[in-house]
Structures are given as structure tokens and as C-alpha cells.
């Protein structure tokens, strides 16, 4: 038989520059044919010429033709001793002898790698074995394609690509589906691709963040025995992602993308750990909620101030919690793990989206020199809370609030010297004339009433009286709920008002215009600052003794500080005009407005364990308001997120990491089912995930049997050794 092709897509080769093949039933020139011509590659005088009977590879290119040998030809080598065959060498051609099956083999081999070679890729003794068994296992697989999907240069200048048919379909499922098994042996090189695909992403600034993760099952979870401190703890259970890691790339490097929170290795039971205390405030709609009462389904707010639903609530346990304090006095409580959306100056000056990292990894680097490190977001825009009928204009209300007298003791008044503000609050009431008493004070007057007549209500007084402020002095003022959740429109008013008395611009040398209010109403000075952070804003407040303080001046006589005066400065987002007083406004519009509201975080203390517990918003920033109007979250966005030793995760714990990933992130889990170290009785997470899982769209499941093995050679055989003796032991019910 005599045969003559030119090898196509599964030669690996281009047409008409692969080796030309030739396949003749003639004589062996090793038993005793013409060997005159006949040259022996100087790395093996021993080698075997030519053979006359066999197959023939020729090929065109004299340097790949010596690299695709090998040195010393250890390559061929390879071949011969998995094939069984023998493979001659002349020239730049080749003869293989051995049976057909195994000559058509290691004529694919050869012929495949050498169009590896020729697409500039180097060709190593462990690619040559990893050949070998693709061909055996299918002979229809195209080497070259596989070795040729590169996916990372990894720092030692080394090519990282896949090894085998199930690693292909393993880099391919990864970059079409977000969520992908992979289940086989270990060797198989599962989580080493998998850190590759991520570390790769990554520089190419397709994901923010790698979360490597594992659970530390040897020690049980419970690293508090453990000498040393958090990392000291789990370094140990973590070592093989620190390894490939460093693998890929240099330790520098990997050091600073550590310290950033660009790459984070922790315990699954850290990444579970990113919770508040049951009694932490979350705002929705209607108003604060405890994170603890929170259900499924629920809405809360979030960073655009629009509500976003409740997808998920998971109990934590006790954890070690924190107070975190940003610089305008704003605070709450979270886990060490619990993730803050911030903004470093490098972030800023960029025009960077902010990055996530958590709270512990902040402690100890709030500040660099005098400068806060880390800025957290505001709300985008207004909170949006259910709209209500209001008895009052909120902007009339707001200018009682600031220059009313309310006592209920006489007619209510009003007092200014602004004429814009008399006629103002003259056209929000019907039936109400302010009546000048002295040349700054107003009484609201009914036109209905009048002496010895028919007694008529004042309506201010009924309203005041509906909303329990008649009665009220300036240091018990406060701001209605009905008006405080309400929606911001009404709120919006209700500050312009309460700005317009006892508020105003304030004009600095070279710095913005910032807004700066005065009372002496504790409560009405949190009912301000409410209003400004639920709009966006910020509030810095300060306290002004009464005591020591010298009198004030008041027609001519001193008058006496009887409470402290509490004294906010504001910013406002910007667009937002905080007054309607002409003079007031164009102040405040002529210096260019109030600059960029800002907030950093000052502070990080510890307080204790609590019993908390996180939940997961559908928002697409995964972002919802906490205490003071903070805003943080749970959930993994635009991450890579790698889940190594799955087998040895419960159900539960599957369930919480899978739920944990949020917008435009990728997870993927490995394991090997066969190697399961949990505790007798508790099932495995991964096990189960394969059967409640399967049937789902944009979830893949690879598998990995020990033809993927990428390690010694041997271990592909002990692998199959034990599944053959497990499997017998099965059958024989032993």
C-alpha cells in the first residue's frame, strides 16, 4: 500500500508547508538495503536511519525540523516509548515503523507540532507527551489548535496554554459562560488555568479584581487556635494559590496587586464573613429598616437613590465587628470582610470607577501623609421615598422653622428683615396677612378674625397644631416626619426654607462657597443633616458652648446664650441650589456654587463581636444605604472569583459563594468529588451543586478524567489504578 497527502487542519500545518508524508511497503534500509546516503542527526549517532518500510514525513524547514526532534532527540524519543513505534531520521525527513494505527499516530504528533513550531511557539519534551495522549484519546483533535490558544505570558517568559481536549473546552467554556464547574483529578491543571484566564482578564482591564478562595477545611474553619496572625493563620491552606500565582507573574508585583486588594486569597469562610449586625440600619422607601428584619423581595436604597430589591438575606453567626467613622461624623457597624466601594486620589485623579476592597484591608492605611486615602461615594441622586400629601408648602414650613415663633402663646409670628421673604410666606397661606408689628416682625393673621367678633381658627396655628410644632421653641424645633420621608421635592423645599433665615453662603479666598446653618434645636440640627445626606450631600456639624460664651446683642441690650448652638456646614451636589432668597442665591451662584460634596473615612475601631448577618440587591452596583446614609455592600462586581477544593465545601457554603457574585463578574469552581475531606455526614456542596445545577443557562460543567493529568506521567496511571479498584470494589459490595 502506498499512500501521499498533504497534511490539512489536522496535519497543523498550512496548506503546502507542512511535511510531505509517504507511506511504501518496500524494503528497511536498516536490515540491509543501500544506507549510503543516510545522515544521523549529531544529537543521536545511535538513531535509526531511514526506514524503506513505513511512513515518511519530510519537512520544508531545517531549524523547527531539529527543535521538533528535541535535544538529543528526546522528542522522537517520547514518541517511541508511548507509541511503540521507531522512528528513523535522515535529512529533514523522518521514518516511523510500527503497526499502521501506531504510525498514523506519530505521524499526526509530528506533523501537528511542527505547525506549533511554525507559528512561533516553542515546543517543550512535556508538550510532546501531552500530544500523545490528545492523538491517542481522539484522532480527530487538532493539536495545534489547542497548544496555539494562548492565554497568558506568565513572568518567566513561559507560555500558558492548554494541554489537552478538556483543557481547551475548560479556557473555551470559561470565556463564554459566568459560572463554570470543573470536576476531575487533581493535576488536571483546573484552578492553574483558571488563575491564568483571571490574571489574563485582568491586565487586559476586563475584570477589577481576582478573589481566590478555598476552604480551610484541614483546620476546619476555625483559625483562632492557630499561632500568628490572619495571614500567618491561613497562608498554609492557601500556598497552592499562592504558587501559581507567583507562577504567573512576578513577586513584586503580586505583592502590590495584594496590598491594593487588586487580587485577594482568603478562606471561604472570610468571603461569607461580609456582614452587619442585625441591628444595623438599611434604608428603604419607607424609611430604616434593621438589616435583621430584611427579607427576600423587600426594597431598600440604593446608590442612585432608587429602590432596589432584596435578592438574598444569610445569617453570618457572631463575628468580630467594627466602627467605621468617616470624617463628617457618619458611622456604622461591619465584619473586618465586609466590601466598601472607595475611591483612592490616584482613583480620582484617573476618572476611575472606585474599587472595592474591604474593611480590614484598611485598617492601619487611612491616611498617606495629611491626606485621607480612602473617599467613599454619595448618592448619585435624591433617595426616593414614597410620596405623601403635606398640610403646609414645605418651603413656608421651612421659614417658620427658621424665624417663626410657634410657642403657641400668642399668634405665630415672623421675623426679618426681608421684605422677598414677608411677601413670600404672604402668598403660601390663604386667608393669613402678615401684619407688621415692628419694623421686622410679622404676625400671621387670619383676615377672618376680628375682634369681639365671631372667634375664627387661625389656620397656621391648626396646621402648627396638626403637626405638634405649636408649642415649640427654637431649641425643640424639629422637622415633621411627613416632610422628612417624603419625596425630594418637598424635602428639597423644606431645606431651601430653613437656609433662607438661618442659613447662608459663606465666601472663602481661593476655595469654594460651602453653605453653613445654625440652631439650637439638637433635634432640628438631625433633621438638617438627614435632609442634606438624603439629597447627596454632606454635613460636618460642630458645637458652640453656651457656657463662657460671650452675651449677644439684641436691641441694644446683652442677652445671654441659654443653650448651645449647633452649627453645620454644608455641601450640596452640584446643580443643586440650596436657597431662593435672591440675595442669597446670586451669592451663592456668583461664587461658582458649592463644590464637590466629599466624605473619606477617618476611622476604623473595633468593638466587639455581634451577631450579623448579609444580604445581596439586585442593583447593578450592588450598592445599598446604611447608617447615616453610607453606602457599602456584599456582593462581588466585575470580578474573577475562584472557588479551589469545592469538594470540600456543605451545601450551604456552595450556596452563599454562588449567590455572592454580582454584575459582570466570572466564577469559577473547582474540585475533585472523589477526594472529599469533609466531616462523616455532611454532604458536599459541589456533589450537590452538579445535580440541582445542571439544567441552568449560562452554567457549565467540565469534566476532567487522568488523560487530562499534566503532572508526572505516572500519576496518570495511579489515577486510573485507584478508579479501577474503587470501581471493583463497588461491584463486589465491599
Same mark, same amino acid.
Given at each position: 500500500?502506498?499512500?501521499?497527502?498533504?497534511?490539512?487542519?489536522?496535519?497543523?500545518?498550512?496548506?503546502?508547508?507542512?511535511?510531505?508524508?509517504?507511506?511504501?511497503?518496500?524494503?528497511?534500509?536498516?536490515?540491509?538495503?543501500?544506507?549510503?546516503?543516510?545522515?544521523?542527526?549529531?544529537?543521536?549517532? %545511535?538513531?535509526?536511519?531511514?526506514?524503506?518500510?513505513?511512513?515518511?514525513?519530510?519537512?520544508?524547514?531545517?531549524?523547527?525540523?531539529?527543535?521538533?526532534?528535541?535535544?538529543?532527540?528526546?522528542?522522537?524519543?517520547?514518541?517511541?516509548?508511548?507509541?511503540?513505534?521507531?522512528?528513523?531520521?535522515?535529512?529533514?525527513?523522518?521514518?516511523?515503523?510500527?503497526?499502521?494505527?501506531?504510525?498514523?499516530?506519530?505521524?499526526?504528533?509530528?506533523?501537528?507540532?511542527?505547525?506549533?513550531?511554525?507559528?512561533?511557539?516553542?515546543?517543550?519534551?512535556?508538550?510532546?507527551?501531552?500530544?500523545?495522549?490528545?492523538?491517542?484519546?481522539?484522532?480527530?483533535?487538532?493539536?495545534?489548535?489547542?497548544?496555539?490558544?494562548?492565554?497568558?505570558?506568565?513572568?518567566?517568559?513561559?507560555?500558558?496554554?492548554?494541554?489537552?481536549?478538556?483543557?481547551?473546552?475548560?479556557?473555551?467554556?470559561?470565556?463564554?459562560?459566568?459560572?463554570?464547574?470543573?470536576?476531575?483529578?487533581?493535576?488536571?491543571?483546573?484552578?492553574?488555568?483558571?488563575?491564568?484566564?483571571?490574571?489574563?482578564?485582568?491586565?487586559?482591564?476586563?475584570?477589577?479584581?481576582?478573589?481566590?478562595?478555598?476552604?480551610?477545611?484541614?483546620?476546619?474553619?476555625?483559625?483562632?487556635?492557630?499561632?500568628?496572625?490572619?495571614?500567618?493563620?491561613?497562608?498554609?491552606?492557601?500556598?497552592?494559590?499562592?504558587?501559581?500565582?507567583?507562577?504567573?507573574?512576578?513577586?513584586?508585583?503580586?505583592?502590590?496587586?495584594?496590598?491594593?486588594?487588586?487580587?485577594?486569597?482568603?478562606?471561604?469562610?472570610?468571603?461569607?464573613?461580609?456582614?452587619?449586625?442585625?441591628?444595623?440600619?438599611?434604608?428603604?422607601?419607607?424609611?430604616?429598616?434593621?438589616?435583621?428584619?430584611?427579607?427576600?423581595?423587600?426594597?431598600?436604597?440604593?446608590?442612585?437613590?432608587?429602590?432596589?430589591?432584596?435578592?438574598?438575606?444569610?445569617?453570618?453567626?457572631?463575628?468580630?465587628?467594627?466602627?467605621?467613622?468617616?470624617?463628617?461624623?457618619?458611622? %456604622?457597624?461591619?465584619?473586618?470582610?465586609?466590601?466598601?466601594?472607595?475611591?483612592?486620589?490616584?482613583?480620582?485623579?484617573?476618572?476611575?470607577?472606585?474599587?472595592?476592597?474591604?474593611?480590614?484591608?484598611?485598617?492601619?492605611?487611612?491616611?498617606?501623609?495629611?491626606?485621607?486615602?480612602?473617599?467613599?461615594?454619595?448618592?448619585?441622586?435624591?433617595?426616593?421615598?414614597?410620596?405623601?400629601?403635606?398640610?403646609?408648602?414645605? +418651603?413656608?414650613?421651612?421659614?417658620?422653622?427658621?424665624?417663626?415663633?410657634?410657642?403657641?402663646?400668642?399668634?405665630?409670628?415672623?421675623?426679618?428683615?426681608?421684605?422677598?421673604?414677608?411677601?413670600? *410666606?404672604?402668598?403660601?397661606?390663604?386667608?393669613?396677612?402678615?401684619?407688621?408689628?415692628?419694623?421686622?416682625? +410679622?404676625? *400671621?393673621?387670619?383676615?377672618?378674625?376680628?375682634?369681639?367678633?365671631?372667634?375664627?381658627?387661625?389656620?397656621?396655628?391648626?396646621?402648627?397644631?396638626?403637626?405638634?410644632?405649636?408649642?415649640?421653641?427654637? #431649641?425643640?424645633?424639629?422637622?415633621?416626619?411627613? +416632610?422628612?420621608?417624603?419625596?425630594?421635592?418637598?424635602?428639597?423645599?423644606?431645606?431651601?426654607?430653613?437656609?433662607?433665615?438661618?442659613?447662608?453662603?459663606?465666601?472663602?479666598?481661593?476655595?469654594?462657597?460651602?453653605?453653613?446653618?445654625?440652631?439650637?434645636?439638637?433635634?432640628?440640627?438631625?433633621?438638617?443633616?438627614? *435632609?442634606?445626606?438624603?439629597?447627596?450631600?454632606?454635613?460636618?456639624?460642630?458645637?458652640?458652648?453656651?457656657?463662657?460664651?460671650?452675651?449677644?446683642?439684641?436691641?441694644?441690650?446683652?442677652?445671654?446664650?441659654?443653650?448651645?448652638?449647633?452649627?453645620?456646614?454644608?455641601?450640596?451636589?452640584?446643580?443643586?441650589?440650596?436657597?431662593?432668597?435672591?440675595?442669597?442665591?446670586?451669592?451663592?451662584?456668583?461664587?461658582?456654587?458649592?463644590?464637590?460634596?466629599?466624605?473619606?473615612?477617618?476611622?476604623?475601631?473595633?468593638?466587639?463581636?455581634?451577631?450579623?448577618?448579609?444580604?445581596?440587591?439586585?442593583?447593578?452596583?450592588?450598592?445599598?444605604?446604611?447608617?447615616?446614609?453610607?453606602?457599602?455592600?456584599?456582593?462581588?462586581?466585575?470580578?474573577?472569583?475562584?472557588?479551589?477544593?469545592?469538594?470540600?465545601?456543605?451545601?450551604?457554603?456552595?450556596?452563599?459563594?454562588?449567590?455572592?457574585?454580582?454584575?459582570?463578574?466570572?466564577?469559577?469552581?473547582?474540585?475533585?468529588?472523589?477526594?472529599?475531606?469533609?466531616?462523616?455526614?455532611? *454532604?458536599?456542596?459541589?456533589?450537590?451543586?452538579? #445535580?440541582?445545577?445542571?439544567?441552568?443557562?449560562?452554567?457549565?460543567?467540565?469534566?476532567?478524567?487522568?488523560?487530562?493529568?499534566?503532572?508526572?506521567?505516572?500519576?496518570?496511571?495511579?489515577?486510573?489504578? +485507584?478508579?479501577?479498584?474503587?470501581?471493583?470494589?463497588?461491584?463486589?459490595?465491599?
Amino acid at each position: 500500500m502506498s499512500a501521499r497527502h498533504t497534511p490539512s487542519a489536522s496535519g497543523g500545518g498550512e496548506p503546502g508547508s507542512g511535511p510531505r508524508v509517504e507511506q511504501d511497503a518496500t524494503r528497511d534500509v536498516a536490515a540491509g538495503g543501500d544506507a549510503g546516503d543516510v545522515s544521523t542527526p549529531a544529537g543521536d549517532r %545511535t538513531r535509526a536511519p531511514l526506514a524503506a518500510d513505513g511512513t515518511h514525513l519530510e519537512f520544508q524547514d531545517h531549524r523547527l525540523f531539529h527543535e521538533l526532534l528535541g535535544h538529543h532527540d528526546e522528542h522522537l524519543k517520547t514518541i517511541e516509548r508511548a507509541l511503540h513505534v521507531r522512528i528513523g531520521v535522515s535529512g529533514k525527513a523522518v521514518s516511523i515503523s510500527g503497526d499502521e494505527p501506531s504510525r498514523e499516530l506519530a505521524a499526526s504528533v509530528l506533523t501537528q507540532l511542527y505547525g506549533v513550531l511554525e507559528r512561533g511557539l516553542p515546543v517543550y519534551a512535556s508538550d510532546v507527551d501531552y500530544a500523545v495522549r490528545i492523538v491517542s484519546g481522539d484522532r480527530t483533535a487538532n493539536v495545534r489548535d489547542i497548544f496555539l490558544d494562548t492565554i497568558y505570558i506568565a513572568a518567566h517568559r513561559r507560555v500558558i496554554t492548554p494541554k489537552s481536549v478538556a483543557q481547551k473546552a475548560y479556557i473555551d467554556a470559561i470565556r463564554k459562560y459566568d459560572i463554570v464547574f470543573a470536576i476531575g483529578p487533581a493535576g488536571t491543571g483546573k484552578t492553574y488555568l483558571a488563575m491564568a484566564m483571571g490574571i489574563a482578564d485582568l491586565m487586559k482591564q476586563g475584570f477589577t479584581r481576582i478573589i481566590l478562595t478555598r476552604p480551610a477545611v484541614e483546620a476546619g474553619e476555625k483559625l483562632g487556635f492557630l499561632p500568628g496572625d490572619l495571614a500567618e493563620k491561613v497562608n498554609p491552606y492557601l500556598r497552592p494559590l499562592y504558587d501559581a500565582l507567583h507562577d504567573m507573574v512576578d513577586f513584586d508585583r503580586a505583592r502590590k496587586m495584594l496590598e491594593r486588594g487588586t487580587i485577594e486569597v482568603a478562606p471561604l469562610a472570610f468571603m461569607r464573613g461580609r456582614a452587619q449586625p442585625y441591628f444595623s440600619r438599611v434604608l428603604t422607601p419607607r424609611g430604616w429598616r434593621p438589616i435583621g428584619s430584611l427579607r427576600p423581595g423587600e426594597c431598600v436604597i440604593g446608590s442612585d437613590g432608587r429602590p432596589t430589591t432584596v435578592l438574598g438575606v444569610f445569617p453570618q453567626g457572631v463575628k468580630d465587628v467594627f466602627r467605621v467613622v468617616a470624617q463628617d461624623g457618619a458611622s %456604622t457597624l461591619c465584619c473586618g470582610d465586609h466590601l466598601w466601594a472607595v475611591y483612592t486620589p490616584e482613583d480620582r485623579g484617573r476618572g476611575k470607577l472606585p474599587r472595592v476592597i474591604e474593611t480590614r484591608q484598611m485598617i492601619g492605611r487611612l491616611r498617606r501623609a495629611h491626606q485621607h486615602r480612602f473617599e467613599l461615594p454619595l448618592l448619585s441622586r435624591p433617595a426616593e421615598f414614597v410620596a405623601r400629601d403635606v398640610p403646609m408648602d414645605p +418651603y413656608a414650613l421651612g421659614l417658620l422653622l427658621g424665624d417663626g415663633c410657634i410657642t403657641g402663646k400668642t399668634t405665630s409670628s415672623f421675623t426679618t428683615a426681608d421684605a422677598e421673604l414677608v411677601l413670600t *410666606l404672604e402668598r403660601e397661606f390663604d386667608d393669613i396677612e402678615l401684619a407688621a408689628k415692628t419694623g421686622t416682625d +410679622y404676625t *400671621l393673621r387670619h383676615v377672618g378674625g376680628r375682634r369681639g367678633g365671631l372667634r375664627v381658627a387661625n389656620p397656621v396655628t391648626v396646621t402648627l397644631r396638626q403637626l405638634e410644632l405649636c408649642g415649640t421653641h427654637s #431649641h425643640t424645633k424639629f422637622v415633621p416626619d411627613v +416632610y422628612l420621608w417624603n419625596s425630594a421635592r418637598i424635602r428639597l423645599a423644606l431645606l431651601q426654607g430653613i437656609l433662607d433665615t438661618d442659613g447662608g453662603p459663606v465666601l472663602q479666598d481661593r476655595r469654594s462657597c460651602r453653605i453653613q446653618y445654625t440652631t439650637t434645636s439638637a433635634r432640628l440640627r438631625d433633621d438638617v443633616v438627614f *435632609l442634606v445626606r438624603s439629597l447627596g450631600g454632606v454635613a460636618y456639624c460642630r458645637t458652640r458652648l453656651a457656657a463662657g460664651r460671650r452675651p449677644g446683642r439684641a436691641r441694644g441690650r446683652d442677652v445671654e446664650h441659654r443653650h448651645d448652638a449647633y452649627v453645620i456646614d454644608i455641601r450640596l451636589p452640584p446643580g443643586m441650589v440650596p436657597f431662593r432668597l435672591t440675595r442669597k442665591r446670586d451669592a451663592y451662584v456668583e461664587a461658582g456654587g458649592g463644590g464637590r460634596p466629599m466624605r473619606y473615612i477617618e476611622a476604623i475601631d473595633p468593638v466587639g463581636e455581634q451577631d450579623s448577618v448579609c444580604i445581596r440587591v439586585a442593583a447593578e452596583d450592588s450598592l445599598y444605604v446604611t447608617d447615616d446614609f453610607l453606602l457599602t455592600h456584599n456582593t462581588l462586581n466585575d470580578s474573577f472569583v475562584i472557588l479551589d477544593e469545592a469538594q470540600n465545601t456543605t451545601p450551604e457554603q456552595m450556596k452563599m459563594f454562588l449567590t455572592r457574585l454580582g454584575y459582570g463578574s466570572k466564577a469559577v469552581i473547582t474540585g475533585d468529588i472523589t477526594q472529599i475531606d469533609l466531616p462523616a455526614g455532611k *454532604l458536599s456542596g459541589l456533589k450537590e451543586a452538579r #445535580h440541582i445545577l445542571r439544567d441552568i443557562p449560562g452554567i457549565e460543567f467540565v469534566r476532567f478524567s487522568e488523560r487530562d493529568v499534566v503532572r508526572h506521567r505516572l500519576v496518570q496511571d495511579i489515577i486510573a489504578a +485507584y478508579e479501577r479498584a474503587e470501581n471493583g470494589a463497588e461491584r463486589s459490595g465491599t
